[in-house]
């Protein structure tokens, strides 16, 4: 999906700071496990939609843990980071609790730019 195709639909444009941040912090997933890659559709007419599909992302349905059992949280850190101290990587098909779903809607929230300023909220830890 193309972040410039977006800028073409005012109800879209405030998605755009979150969706930079989402794929930012799911870099490198798909070295691992191909299909938990960011994945959007081609084009979004409709906020619901575009909203639908970041929260529906596959890799919410899964626990990455290393071999320390120490478990990613990609509200904390970029994939790639968590990665790049663990030598073996455990993908586990858990489902997302509706608590960890609740978490990841908010943190998405409140990365997207509701005012249009083009400031993004995009906090890091």
Aim: charged share 25%; net charge negative.
């Amino acid at each position: 999906m193309n972040l410039e195709n977006l800028q073409q639909v005012a109800e879209l444009r405030p998605f755009i700071p979150a969706i930079k941040e989402l794929r930012q912090r799911m870099v490198g997933i798909e070295q691992y496990r191909e299909p938990l890659a960011f994945e959007l559709a081609d084009s979004y007419q409709k906020e619901e939609q575009l909203y639908l599909d970041l929260m529906r992302q596959k890799i919410f349905a899964f626990q990455v843990s290393n071999e320390r059992n120490e478990h990613w949280d990609i509200l904390e850190e970029a994939f790639n980071q968590f990665a790049s101290r663990s030598t073996e990587l455990i993908f586990s098909a858990k489902g997302a609790s509706s608590e960890r779903l609740q978490a990841i809607n908010q943190w998405l929230i409140q990365l997207c730019d509701w005012e249009q300023t083009g400031f993004s909220n995009i906090t890091r830890h």
